[in-house]
């Protein structure tokens, strides 16, 4: 059964940085992409940025490129989301998925994640 589980979520100034992860179980990083993908209170769900690790292939929303960087540890089977720069409309609960289908374009339509962790909040006051 695969499983995910996301930490490092908080409350932190605009400006400031945070560093997700997520900690997988039951695959393989080197089979699967991982997805941050991020929903704000009245919002749809959006994605954030994904990264086939079998591949190297990674995309990022235009809203975070250049402020978020995301990066895996196979040995350790977690995903990293380093968030810098962050604003108040970064606000919401980001969560990590996996999808098991190798792709080469179009890694990042949360529509093709099948396991979802329960999410961790991210909070950026202004």
């Known amino acids: 059964e695969v499983q995910l589980v996301e930490s490092g979520g908080g409350l932190v100034q605009a400006g400031g940085s945070l560093r997700l992860s997520c900690a997988a179980s039951?695959?393989?990083?080197?089979?699967?992409?991982i997805g941050w993908f991020r929903q704000a209170p009245g919002k749809e769900r959006e994605e954030v940025s994904c990264?086939?690790?079998?591949?190297?292939?990674?995309y990022y929303a235009d809203s975070v490129k250049g402020r978020f960087t995301i990066s895996s540890d196979n040995a350790k089977n977690t995903v990293y989301l380093q968030m810098n720069s962050l604003k108040p409309e970064d606000t919401a609960v980001y969560y990590c998925?996996?999808?098991?289908?190798?792709?080469?374009?179009?890694?990042?339509?949360?529509?093709?994640?099948?396991?979802w962790g329960q999410g961790t909040q991210v909070t950026v006051s202004s």
């Open positions: 998925a996996a999808d098991p289908v190798f792709r080469m374009y179009g890694i990042c339509i949360a529509t093709q994640y099948m396991s």
């Open positions: 990264i086939s690790s079998s591949d190297g292939n990674t």
């Open positions: 039951g695959l393989s990083l080197d089979a699967y992409a």
